[in-house]
């Protein structure tokens, strides 16, 4: 069960939150990446996000 990569979301799978996978495309991944306040970090092929963060930005 997928939890959200963003820092302080609680959101899950297991929580009927909708989780979208990070793309493959190196251009669009980057963009996603910076508008997340990680610093220095990478996603990998299982981080998700969850659709609130698709809707408050």
């Known amino acids: 069960m997928p939890g959200c ?3 302080s ?4 799978s297991a929580k009927r939150y909708l989780m979208k ?6 251009e669009i991944r980057a ?4 508008n ?3 610093p220095n970090w990478i996603p990998t092929t299982y981080s ?3 659709e ?6």
Not at 9 to 12: Q, Y
Not at 21 to 26: A, K, V
Not at 31 to 34: D, E, K, P
């Open 36 to 38: 997340i306040p990680r």
């Open 9 to 12: 979301c609680k959101n899950s």
């Open 21 to 26: 996978h990070f793309p493959r495309n190196p």
């Open 31 to 34: 963009q996603w990446t910076l």
């Open 52 to 57: 609130v963060w698709f809707i408050l930005i």
């Open 48 to 50: 998700c996000i969850c």
């Open 5 to 7: 990569c963003v820092p």
